[in-house]
């Protein structure tokens, strides 16, 4: 099965289209673009996609990125010919996107949602652990596509670690890395400096470094694997064929997950706007997209200054007068979810998209209600990194405000790994204000007195 492909403007009034094997991130006018098909989408792929678990040794239908090939086929493969697949599309050997959403009873109990209600998708239990890799298995295929030799990427970690590992995968491909000088977790650092790819330091935080990234991509032409890189975010779309296909297919009542660079958000707007219109679902789910009150952006805009998509007639003078005002102020991004310390999140026009075709919400939510979640899902007996909680936070607060009743369904994205942060993990639990900290209990090697501790 093949597919015609395209990229096009997102804003409809301009729509214009480039040819699917041309490198770019932006439209002529300065706007974000998508990747674009027209083709036959029966339900009936349903069916090939539940066939494929059954792998078979096929790395490509062990994937769980490149099971669903026929709805990310900007490649142009015949998806059912593995000669024709193998040679073009990237995988860290069928081990990208090998998740699901399950229950956790105590999380459940936690935010106020029935257990049988709520899920947890652990997208931490990728290669490079986290959701990156779902992306850059499609980002790098179309780096493959059009010949490049080198990628490049801004990050708070995450990104970093997975665009390394596939470069290092790549063999003939390399991979530089601009990070935030001490803006980064040591876990997420290590990955990268591991796998090899180039690692600079820039003085200055996210922000900063994206905006080194995009200058260096219109100077260089070297390919960016960012999220404004629209075949990135069609490997993140899959993500939700995943979500749904366990859950047969029914869209649940709400999917709630993180904000950083907005990259999600525009992902899975794009999978249900595509899947609504194929014809495979009726039903839209609410998405909530979750930030730390320390990269309030989204929130503030969406919430407190009513910026719109409107068809894509958006009032760019919001967002221009928000980021002057925090230029002005010299306003940096905190919070200890470092995956999600973003104050100018790339994807944002995108996002705003999302919200309006899933008449979604934003919650924005402390790093004390963070970390006191990522406690409580260690608790049974699965973790996170801190950003990744920001899912569970903001669904307890979203419960207690009413928005998402106790009876509705909810999907949660669990984005990144449990030892991606280990520093923010112990700093929590070594100290015994917190709400759930289990702080180490200093001993001397007495038998009697360790007993006693044992038994208490």
């Not at 200055?204 to 960012?226: H, R, T």
């Not at 993140?236 to 296909?245: A, E, P």
């Not at 967002?319 to 104050?343: F, N, Q, W």
């Not at 402390?366 to 669904?395: H, Q, R, W, Y």
Request: with cysteine.
């Amino acid at each position: 099965m093949k597919t015609e492909s395209w990229q096009q403007c997102i804003v409809p009034s301009c729509g214009k289209k480039y040819n699917i094997n041309e490198q770019r991130t932006r439209c002529e006018c300065g706007e974000l673009l998508d990747v674009r098909y027209k083709g036959d989408f029966p339900k009936s792929l349903q069916q090939t996609f539940s066939e494929r678990l059954n792998h078979k040794q096929n790395i490509f239908d062990e994937s769980g990125v490149w099971r669903y090939r026929e709805l990310i086929n900007f490649a142009g493969i015949d998806t059912e010919d593995s000669s024709s697949y193998s040679r073009k599309l990237v995988s860290l050997d069928g081990a990208e996107g090998k998740t699901k959403p399950f229950h956790l009873t105590r999380v459940a109990e936690y935010v106020g949602v029935k257990t049988g209600n709520i899920w947890l998708q652990f997208e931490g239990d990728n290669p490079t652990g986290s959701f990156k890799d779902n992306g850059m298995a499609t980002a790098f295929t179309h780096a493959r596509m059009v010949g490049a030799k080198k990628v490049v990427c801004a990050s708070t970690g995450n990104t970093s670690s997975s665009a390394a590992a596939f470069a290092a995968n790549e063999l003939d491909m390399g991979a530089v890395i601009l990070v935030g000088a001490g803006k980064i977790a040591k876990g997420k650092l290590a990955q990268s400096l591991a796998y090899g790819a180039k690692v600079l330091q820039v003085n200055g935080d996210f922000d900063v470094a994206m905006a080194m990234v995009q200058a260096l991509s219109k100077k260089s032409g070297i390919y960016v694997v960012n999220s404004l890189n629209s075949f990135r975010l069609e490997g993140q779309k899959t993500m939700m064929f995943r979500m749904l296909d366990y859950l047969r297919w029914e869209v649940p009542d709400w999917i709630v997950f993180p904000g950083g660079n907005l990259g999600n958000t525009s992902a899975f707007g794009k999978a249900f706007m595509e899947l609504y219109e194929y014809g495979w679902i009726r039903k839209k789910p609410r998405m909530a997209v979750v930030v730390a009150e320390g990269a309030p952006t989204l929130s503030d805009l969406y919430n407190e200054h009513g910026l719109r998509w409107n068809n894509g007639d958006i009032d760019n003078d919001i967002i221009d007068d928000y980021y002057s005002e925090v230029d002005r102020k010299g306003i940096k991004a905190k919070t200890r979810a470092s995956a999600i310390e973003i104050l100018k999140p790339v994807n944002l026009k995108k996002a705003v998209r999302t919200l309006e075709f899933t008449d979604g919400v934003v919650a924005k939510v402390s790093d004390e209600l963070i970390m006191d979640a990522m406690a409580m899902v260690s608790k049974n007996g699965f973790g996170c990194e801190p950003a990744s909680a920001a899912t569970v936070a903001g669904t307890k607060k979203l419960v207690e405000q009413g928005i998402i009743g106790a009876d509705e369904s909810v999907v949660g994205i669990s984005t990144g790994h449990i030892l991606k942060d280990t520093t923010a993990i112990v700093d929590y639990h070594f100290n015994p204000k917190n709400r759930f900290a289990n702080t180490p209990i200093s001993v001397e090697p007495d038998i009697k007195e360790i007993l006693k501790l044992v038994n208490d």
